[in-house]
């Protein structure tokens, strides 16, 4: 979590600019004024609510371990907060309307219990908003080697083919990580950096990856993770001329591609 929550410090404290390629970065916290909701323990920059994200963090340093939980209606998504109150990023991907931010403190064993909350009104400026910027699962920043990687692929290509550039580097340049697979523990975040550099991961790592690349070239692509068939998963799907795309790099990795059904559970 500490190296997640670096890199994402790292992100949030550039200014909001984009790359030649069209690729979007959040703003600096607090840098709107009035933009920062304060309650109990926790703090929340919704300035740019309206592009699909906010920012969150502890007001203090903490020790314990702290859940973030978004609701919208009766979806609920739960986060792991880090307590170094640095800044994450984390997506409105549930659409526009009212959101229930709030902060959990673990007391004992698995019990926790709320210690700051706030509610905002959203009205997304696009509906895909959210899928264009970086986030606590698909993380990533301008010095970001996918990013760098993905800009020297795709200059100068049509959204398309920048799709079918990434497709192709993924396919030939990774392998599916047995050995984490094997390994791996719940709660887990994608690391982009680490797949990176051992040109391999498992299935979210991979898919996060594609994301990134997908997203710094103008294309807004979601993390999926759910079922593959009877298999716990993840996957991409990207948006291009007003349709839905899916793509699936570990099946393209291991050369595979009879998935019969996938069920979505979640999505960043």
Known sequence: MAAAALGLLLM????????AAGAKWPAKPG????GVKKNGKLQVDVANAQNGYIQAALQKKSSKRMKLRVKKGSNTLTYDLNGDAAYEVFPLQLGSGKYEITLYENVKGKSYTAAGSITLNVKLSD????????????NY?????????ADRLCSGMKPAEAFDAVRGYIKSNFAYDYIKAINIKSGILPDIDGAWKKHMGICQDLSAITCCMLRTQGLPARLMIGMA???????VVVKMNGKEQLYDPTAAVNGIANVKKYTVERYY
Not at 12 to 19: E, G, K, M, R, T
Not at 31 to 34: E, F, I, L, N, T
Not at 141 to 149: K, Y
Request: charged residues 10%; aromatic residues 16%.
């Open 12 to 19: 949030a404290v550039l200014a909001v600019s984009v790359s």
């Open 31 to 34: 840098a709107k004024s009035g």
């Open 127 to 138: 509906q895909e908003a959210c899928y264009y910027y970086p986030n606590q699962y698909v």
């Open 141 to 149: 920043n301008q010095r970001t080697p996918a990013v760098i990687q």
């Open 229 to 235: 068939d009877n298999n716990y998963h993840a996957w």
